[in-house]
Each structure stands twice: as structure tokens, then as C-alpha cells.
């Protein structure tokens, strides 16, 4: 009699799993880190399909290889950590020789959920740009106008806070050359930022959710580090920066 009943338990316990709805399974499952995704993607195909899902809501990691001593590769591999697969993009086209060498950067749309690699030749002024939508029945490059001319720096590591990726770029009709471009994933829109005037760096982070970067200050007589400055963007569209400035005391 006991067996019975724990069996009878045991049978209701995995029905009332079984009814959890779909809605309310993938709420949770956006809710976890990627190792658990990527882990909980194994327990039934149905969460498989879930997680595997383009429209899954949630913006997975995704990471695109470059080797930035060799921009000639023209296949780039985008791998995966959630469902630990690689992707082979298609080639990318070159209308001249100026797209001999290319820059690639990576966003994410929130509202759309879908990740896009941005493709710039390498060092050389921007007039198009290519795009290619991963996880959509896009099978080559689609071409897009730029309407800020650039091009990109030796180091133009993108970076992307809600839906816009930035990078450092050249734009020589500015009185410093230098500027911050960004790239709305979702509208595809290019946009120019100007830097501070004390501008001495090359590589964009992320502090507290926004956009900013660190200027090195070097000592005139031992050509040491003495001072920071962290820049912190606070409005894109009026161009102003913040400030912190660290000091270094010998």
C-alpha cells in the first residue's frame, strides 16, 4: 500500500510539472545566468526549443572573432555560449580595395531580441557599411549608407549599452580628428559624438551602465602615469562629459 501511494505521489508531482505553462517557463528561464541556460537546455527538447529560440528575451552573450593583426578574414565565426555552437558568416563582399581589411562590430536589439554584426573597412573612410542579422533567414551582407563619414581607428573595440553600439572613430572634419560614432541596432542609424577636449585614449568601457573611457596623463620629466580621467557620458545628443579625475602620487 505505501509503494502504491508513492507511486500515486510521485505521478501527481509530474503532472502538475508537465501543466507549468510555456509563458511562465520562459519568464524563468530569462531570468537565469547563461551557464544555467545553457545547462537547464538539456532537461527536455521543449526547453531546448525555448532557449534556442531567436525570439528567447533575453539578450544571450554572443561573441564575434576578429584577429586584429590579420583584418583580412572574410568568414567571420560567431560563437554561441547558450547553445555552445559556432556560426560561419558569409563572406564579406568587397566592392573595392578599400574593404581589403575590415572592422566588425557586435550589438544587440532589445526591443527586436535579435543580435547584428556590423562590418566597416578597417582604417579607410566609411561611406557604406555592411550588416547581417544572425538567427533571421538573411543569407548574405545587406548594404546600408552612412551619413557621418569615418573611418575606423587601429583599435575600434565596440561597445554596446541598450541597443547602441560606440566606437572610436576618425572624422576629419572635426577640429581633433578623433570622435565617439555610434550605431542604433534597432533604427541601423549612425550618429557622431565629439570628445572632450582632453582626449588621450583609444579604448571605450562600460562604468555603472554607461558609456565612458580613461585619459592618461604622462609626467613631462620621468614619463610616468600621475594623473586619470575618467570620462562619463551623460547626453549623447549634447555631446557632454563628465568627470573624475585619479591622482598618483610617488
Not at 557586435?106 to 573612410?125: A, F, S, T
Not at 551582407?141 to 560606440?166: D, F, L, P
Not at 565617439?180 to 533604427?187: H, K, L, N, P, Y
Amino acid at each position: 500500500m505505501e509503494l502504491k501511494e508513492k507511486k500515486k505521489k510521485t505521478n501527481y508531482k509530474k503532472r502538475r510539472i508537465q501543466y507549468i505553462p510555456t509563458d511562465l517557463t520562459i519568464e524563468i528561464l530569462s531570468r537565469l545566468p547563461e551557464k544555467s541556460v545553457a545547462r537547464f537546455s538539456c532537461v527536455s527538447k521543449l526547453w531546448l526549443s525555448i532557449t534556442t529560440d531567436p525570439s528567447f528575451p533575453r539578450p544571450r552573450l554572443v561573441l564575434c572573432f576578429q584577429n586584429y593583426y590579420d583584418s583580412t578574414l572574410r568568414t567571420p565565426p560567431v560563437w554561441n555560449p547558450s547553445t555552445r555552437k559556432f556560426i560561419t558568416l558569409p563572406t564579406i563582399p568587397r566592392p573595392c580595395k578599400d574593404w581589403k581589411k575590415t572592422t566588425l562590430l557586435l550589438g544587440y536589439d532589445p526591443v527586436e531580441c535579435k543580435h547584428k554584426v556590423v562590418c566597416i573597412p578597417y582604417k579607410r573612410i566609411c561611406y557604406v557599411c555592411r550588416i547581417f542579422t544572425l538567427g533571421s533567414a538573411q543569407e548574405s551582407w545587406r548594404t546600408i549608407k552612412v551619413n557621418h563619414k569615418h573611418h575606423s581607428g587601429m583599435y575600434a573595440y565596440g561597445r554596446c549599452i541598450e541597443g547602441v553600439i560606440y566606437y572610436i572613430a576618425y572624422n576629419r572634419h572635426q577640429s581633433r580628428g578623433y570622435v565617439v560614432m555610434s550605431f542604433d541596432v534597432g533604427s541601423e542609424n549612425f550618429d557622431m559624438i565629439k570628445l572632450p577636449s582632453e582626449f588621450y585614449g583609444d579604448k571605450l568601457i562600460i562604468y555603472k551602465g554607461r558609456l565612458a573611457y580613461f585619459s592618461e596623463i604622462i609626467h613631462r620629466t620621468n614619463y610616468r602615469i600621475n594623473h586619470r580621467i575618467l570620462w562619463i557620458l551623460e547626453d549623447a545628443q549634447k555631446h557632454r562629459w563628465s568627470r573624475q579625475d585619479f591622482f598618483q602620487h610617488f
